[in-house]
């Protein structure tokens, strides 16, 4: 998109697109995502209506469960929790400042770009992924920003920033793996118990130990100054909203049109011709940060694939998947000990390629 732009004699500045929160939205084509998430996600919604209708018929009870001792939580209980949890959320937000209805629109757009990232994590297996544009983005491309109240953008600003800062500590994705590691297992509770037990010790102890560093060594020392300068530029842009309340901008409207369309023509390819090459989370990922690191990673996983099949078939592909499972847990065993080796001195072990 950029190239085709320069090629037409035609340039967008970033301070055309107006005020962003998202980590990285400050052009033509990252902007584009913003379309590509609502369509993507309707298309997900879609492909689950039936399982969306099985859940709430089975919460109302008017349909019988079936297997729960494989279930982590009853899907009664699982449907129930989702709505007052949901409007817990809503209320809570209501009551730090959020307008009411407001609240129910920025619930909504966190749940859909979680949702979103969520696929494209787990599907594609990535695990570093961050969001090219930031759910307040979406929201502001088609309102104008004196709808949600100054109270109301300084709010939802700082929960977005908690949230989405960076996705590869996003609960819902881990959350999915563990469910499908545990498939086969026949005693499933106890696993949700132990999961419940070990994120509340490791919210308090990541906690207090962040304050403990933070406090004992400085957040400079620590190398944190990224935190502390994209925290402060969230306040930058709420005070920059608050004193000139923006408008949606005609070019973050094309340029959210333009994705949609992109996203809606991949998402059809792929659902109705099994021989379409593309699929739609490789455009949700292009212009986010991780592919600078993995990029090549992903070249080399689909170059191996592509002549495993191609060559050997599914026989060699079954004989070699050991081979390569056996390559990352080689990977993660050796990051791992290098982590308990930098205890006790100033190595370390770069994870993702540089």
């Given at each position: 998109?950029?190239?085709?732009l320069s090629v037409l004699g035609i340039n967008i500045p970033a301070a055309a697109l107006g005020v962003t929160f998202g980590p990285v939205i400050s052009r033509p084509e990252e902007t584009?995502?913003?379309?590509?998430?609502?369509?993507?996600?309707?298309?997900?919604?879609?492909?689950?209506?039936?399982?969306?209708?099985?859940?709430?018929?089975?919460?109302?009870?008017?349909?019988?469960?079936?297997?729960?001792?494989?279930?982590?939580?009853?899907?009664?209980?699982?449907?129930?929790?989702?709505?007052?949890?949901?409007?817990?959320?809503?209320?809570?937000?209501?009551?730090?400042?959020?307008?009411?209805?407001?609240?129910?629109?920025?619930?909504?757009?966190?749940?859909?770009?979680?949702?979103?990232?969520?696929?494209?994590?787990?599907?594609?297996?990535?695990?570093?992924?961050?969001?090219?544009?930031?759910?307040?983005?979406?929201?502001?491309?088609?309102?104008?920003?004196?709808?949600?109240?100054?109270?109301?953008?300084?709010?939802?600003?700082?929960?977005?920033?908690?949230?989405?800062?960076?996705?590869?500590?996003?609960?819902?994705?881990?959350?999915?793996?563990?469910?499908?590691?545990?498939?086969?297992?026949?005693?499933?509770?106890?696993?949700?118990?132990?999961?419940?037990?070990?994120?509340?010790?490791g919210v308090v102890t990541s906690f207090l130990a962040m304050l403990a560093l933070c406090y004992k060594y400085g957040v400079r020392e620590l190398q944190f100054d990224w935190a502390t300068?994209?925290?402060?530029?969230?306040?930058?842009?709420?005070?920059?909203?608050?004193?000139?309340?923006?408008?949606?901008?005609?070019?973050?409207?094309?340029?959210?049109?333009?994705?949609?369309?992109?996203?809606?023509?991949?998402?059809?390819?792929?659902?109705?011709?099994?021989?379409?090459?593309?699929?739609?989370?490789?455009?949700?990922?292009?212009?986010?940060?991780?592919?600078?690191?993995?990029?090549?990673?992903?070249?080399?996983?689909?170059?191996?694939?592509?002549?495993?099949?191609?060559?050997?078939?599914?026989?060699?592909?079954?004989?070699m998947r050991n081979f390569f499972i056996g390559l990352i847990i080689g990977d993660f065993f050796m990051a791992g000990s290098w982590a308990i080796y930098g205890l006790f001195s100033y190595?370390?072990?770069?994870?993702?390629?540089?």
């Amino acid at each position: 998109m950029i190239g085709l732009l320069s090629v037409l004699g035609i340039n967008i500045p970033a301070a055309a697109l107006g005020v962003t929160f998202g980590p990285v939205i400050s052009r033509p084509e990252e902007t584009q995502m913003i379309g590509a998430y609502l369509v993507f996600f309707v298309f997900l919604a879609w492909l689950a209506r039936f399982h969306f209708l099985d859940t709430i018929l089975k919460g109302f009870g008017a349909r019988k469960e079936e297997n729960l001792a494989v279930e982590w939580l009853s899907i009664r209980i699982s449907f129930w929790g989702f709505v007052l949890g949901g409007i817990g959320i809503v209320v809570w937000c209501h009551y730090f400042g959020i307008p009411f209805l407001f609240s129910f629109v920025v619930v909504g757009a966190f749940f859909l770009f979680t949702l979103v990232a969520t696929r494209v994590i787990c599907q594609g297996g990535i695990a570093y992924f961050t969001l090219t544009a930031a759910p307040i983005d979406g929201l502001m491309a088609f309102c104008n920003s004196g709808f949600f109240t100054n109270s109301g953008i300084l709010v939802a600003g700082v929960i977005q920033k908690v949230l989405f800062v960076d996705l590869r500590e996003s609960l819902m994705a881990s959350l999915l793996h563990t469910r499908k590691v545990t498939d086969k297992v026949s005693n499933n509770r106890r696993i949700f118990i132990s999961i419940a037990i070990v994120l509340i010790i490791g919210v308090v102890t990541s906690f207090l130990a962040m304050l403990a560093l933070c406090y004992k060594y400085g957040v400079r020392e620590l190398q944190f100054d990224w935190a502390t300068r994209t925290t402060v530029a969230v306040y930058d842009n709420i005070n920059s909203l608050v004193e000139s309340p923006q408008s949606p901008d005609k070019w973050v409207m094309v340029f959210t049109v333009v994705g949609a369309v992109v996203m809606l023509i991949l998402v059809i390819c792929y659902h109705r011709f099994y021989w379409w090459p593309i699929h739609p989370i490789g455009y949700l990922t292009a212009y986010s940060s991780a592919m600078w690191y993995l990029w090549f990673s992903f070249f080399v996983g689909w170059a191996c694939n592509a002549l495993c099949m191609r060559y050997g078939g599914v026989v060699l592909f079954k004989k070699m998947r050991n081979f390569f499972i056996g390559l990352i847990i080689g990977d993660f065993f050796m990051a791992g000990s290098w982590a308990i080796y930098g205890l006790f001195s100033y190595s370390s072990y770069l994870v993702l390629p540089d």
